[in-house]
């Protein structure tokens, strides 16, 4: 699963927050989800992401990044 957010008005902190809580709802520990978080408080939302403590999840900078390890993860 890859999330490519660019959070302009939207704060990527909260983008994060929101992924986190959708996943405490639903089992997707068996699938690999990059997120790309770009704009307003993106290393913020990054950092959440990795504190986290879910091994399926790939915070990434860049849209570049993130397809690159959606395609890592794909192989």
Do not use: H, K, W
């Amino acid at each position: 699963i890859f999330f490519n957010i660019f959070g302009g008005i939207t704060r990527c902190d909260e983008v994060a927050r929101g992924i986190l809580a959708a996943l405490e709802r639903l089992d997707m520990s068996r699938y690999p989800i990059v997120v790309r978080l770009d704009g307003t408080n993106a290393d913020e939302g990054r950092q959440i992401l990795a504190d986290a403590g879910r091994e399926n999840i790939y915070p990434e900078a860049t849209m570049l990044d993130g397809a690159r390890r959606a395609v890592e993860l794909a192989a």
